[in-house]
C-alpha cells in the first residue's frame, strides 16, 4: 500500500509534466488559428476568442477564450485586462507554473493595442515565445518526469523495507 501510494504521487507528478507541455503546445496551435482569424479573416478580437472557444482546437483552453471573448464584448474592457480576468478565472484547471501564466498574461497585454498588422507580429512574437517554453517543459518532461517516477517508486520501496 505505502509501495503503492509512493509510485502513484511520482506518477502523478511526471503526467503533470506532460499535461503542461501539450498545454503549451496546443496554445501554438490555438495562436496559429488565432492569427488566420485576426489577420486574413478581419474577424474581430473578441469574436476570433469566442470562435476558438467554441471550435474543437480549443482543447483545455476553450473556456479561457470564450470567457474572454465575453467579457470583451459585454464589459467593454481592453483585450489585455480581459485576457488576465480570463486566466484568473478559468485558468485553474490548465496545468502550468507561475512563470507560465506571467509571460502568458504579458502576452495579453500586447494584444488587442494595436493594428492588425501589428497585431499579426505580436502573435508571431508570443509563438516564439511558446515554442521556446514548449522546449523547457518538454526538457522538464524528459528529466524530471523520470526522475519523479523513479523517485516515487525508490521512496515507497524503502518505505516498505523500514516498515518490515
Known sequence: ??????????????????????AISKLIEILLNL????????????????????ERIGGIWSEVFIECGNVMKEQHIDAGEAWRMAIESKGVNIP????????????GEMLGKSDRHNQESILDLEKENLEMMESKAKEAMNTKGKLYKNLGALSGAAAVILLI
Open 96 to 107: 502550468l507554473n507561475e512563470s507560465d501564466w506571467q509571460e502568458l498574461s504579458d502576452f
Open 1 to 22: 500500500m505505502v509501495f503503492m501510494g509512493s509510485a502513484a504521487t511520482g506518477i502523478t507528478l511526471s503526467t503533470r509534466l506532460a499535461e503542461r507541455q501539450r
Open 35 to 54: 492569427r488566420n482569424q485576426i489577420c486574413s479573416l478581419g474577424v474581430p478580437l473578441f469574436a476570433a476568442f469566442k470562435n476558438i472557444g467554441k
